[in-house]
DNA sequence: CCGTATCCTTAACGATACTG
DNA sequence: CAGTATCGTTAAGGATACGG
């Protein structure tokens, strides 16, 4: 999920999402992956420490949040700061492109919350016929 | 990824994608999954046969754009044609409810896209340091 | 043409235990 | 506090062959 294989990409490639080996492909995967798009929304009201994303993407296991939190990094979505101290203090931030790529996560998960009683009936619906 | 387990899901509950059992949340993994979002992308420019849908959404097997087609009909995002004739012929068209959400998601593809090039950098700086 | 059925491989995930 | 390491399980995905 994270890492695109650099055999499986084309850098000259125009950026075209719906081509097999474009680079975009894998940051979209990342980005609107299960926990990656919970993760960016969660982060658009403030930076969060570790425990307290953890706590906000509620079932999210420690493995996943970091990996997810890794790939985002990686991404540039995120930035991490890490307050030298004892006990360790971690902070998450969305970088600027993090900001535009959870506004548009947002959106999206609005619509969804708002429609979710005619999709729910959507799928009462399908299950019946 | 399709069915939401009626056991994990609370429908009395008020939509909340980061509550753990919110109806929401298949949806979204639905819609916003590898292949979903790509075919919700896609089917915004018009409506589309399976085959000429599968060769758009380049490298997707069969298996997978039926399989994502059913979720996403199933889910009201999609509605589903059948023109009786020999050879059959099937329309995939999105719903008024899947338009929105297909909006969403090109925005944020469109984002993606734009930026590849600073997230190709990034990513290389990532491994680097 | 539009899928489904089967088989198999890989990747995602969760739980737990442990470290700086 | 903020993770990493390991292990086992489940789910996603691809290839192929076949059917309506």
Redesign the interface.
């Known amino acids: 999920m994270s890492t695109?294989d650099p055999e499986t990409v084309d850098?000259t490639l125009e950026?075209?999402?719906?081509?097999?080996n474009c680079?975009?492909r894998p940051?979209?995967?990342n980005?609107?992956?299960?926990w990656g798009?919970?993760a960016l929304?969660?982060l658009r009201d403030g930076p969060y420490r570790f425990s307290a994303l953890r706590r906000?993407?509620?079932?999210i296991s420690e493995r996943m949040l970091s990996q997810t939190l890794q790939n985002l990094?990686?991404?540039?979505m995120i930035h991490r700061e890490v307050q030298q101290s004892i006990p360790p203090h971690v902070e998450y931030t969305l970088t600027p492109?993090g900001e535009?790529?959870a506004d548009?996560?947002i959106?999206?998960?609005g619509?969804?919350?708002?429609?979710?009683d005619?999709?729910?009936?959507?799928?009462h619906d399908?299950?019946r016929a």
Not at 15 to 20: E, S, T
Not at 111 to 116: D, V
């Open positions: 695109p850098p950026a075209d999402v719906f081509a097999r680079a975009s940051v979209l995967q980005v609107a992956s299960r798009a919970l929304a969660a906000r993407v509620d079932g990094e990686r991404d540039g492109l535009r790529v548009q996560l959106g999206l998960i619509i969804l919350e708002a429609n979710i005619a999709i729910v009936s959507a799928q399908y299950h």
